[in-house]
């Protein structure tokens, strides 16, 4: 018969110790009512932990149209808006049930 596994919960100190130990690396982490998130642990104090999330937007960019007073279109996007790669989540460390380390490719 396999062993059950149950998910006991994590004190503050100890998920502490597990985000410092994988500081700048990129983990899942999951939280007591069950959402996930996966991300690179960017900061770290006594009450909460900071991750990077990957950003996947969308990709609203304003082109000058083509022809008209422009007879070339143009080489860059105007507006140019710089796009922000990851967002910040922030997570207090009580609600955390447990973190893991991820591939990075």
Not at 12 to 37: I, N, P
Not at 41 to 50: I, M, Q
Not at 92 to 104: D, I, K, N, Q
Request: aromatic share 16%.
């Amino acid at each position: 018969m396999p062993a059950k596994h149950e998910n006991k919960p994590v004190d503050k100190h100890e998920m502490k110790k597990m985000c410092h130990d994988h500081m700048h690396r990129y983990v899942l982490v999951q939280t007591h009512d069950g959402w996930c998130c996966d991300g690179i642990v960017e900061h770290l104090d006594d009450e909460c932990v900071c991750i990077a999330v990957p950003y996947c937007g969308h990709m609203d960019r304003a082109f000058f149209p083509h022809g008209g007073f422009f007879p070339y279109p143009p080489i860059y996007p105007y507006p140019f808006y710089p796009r922000r790669r990851f967002i910040r989540q922030v997570f207090p460390l009580g609600s955390l049930l447990g973190l893991s380390v991820l591939p990075f490719y």
